[in-house]
């Protein structure tokens, strides 16, 4: 399984982007999908998941009322839909998808088994 973010950019503060990720192939509902980011000398933080098969979703803190994920399972594409964007929010992010986490509060505490390379977001006036 191979999983390519987009949608990355600079913005300034209080503006709104939506990063995708898009996987090579369909995979089953039990795959739990998300989004980390990692920011320069900071620990990858688990920002959001969204299990298919429980119809959980999670989101971090930090974000939860600014960051809305999704998924399109019939174009086996992820969306993380960002409002509100502060320059906390600066970091790559990357979209892990794993046929065997779960998704809920233990999800940041794990890695996943597959890995996109990442998108570059910058939030800066």
């Known amino acids: 399984l191979q999983l390519v973010e987009s949608g990355g950019g600079l913005v300034q503060p209080g503006e709104s982007l939506t990063l995708s990720c898009a996987a090579s192939?369909?995979?089953?509902?039990?795959?739990?999908y998300g989004w980390f980011r990692q920011a320069p000398g900071k620990e990858r933080e688990g920002v959001s998941c969204l299990s298919s098969n429980s119809g959980n979703i999670y989101y971090a803190d930090s974000v939860k009322g600014r960051f809305t994920i999704s998924r399109d399972n019939a174009k086996n594409t992820l969306h993380l839909q960002m409002n509100n964007l502060k320059p906390a929010d600066t970091a790559v992010y990357y979209c892990?998808?794993?046929?065997?986490?779960?998704?809920?509060?233990?999800?940041?505490?794990?890695?996943?088994?597959?890995w996109g390379q990442g998108t570059q977001v910058n939030v800066s006036s």
């Open positions: 192939e369909s995979t089953p509902s039990y795959y739990v």
């Open positions: 892990p998808a794993d046929p065997l986490r779960t998704c809920g509060s233990a999800y940041p505490m794990a890695p996943s088994l597959y």
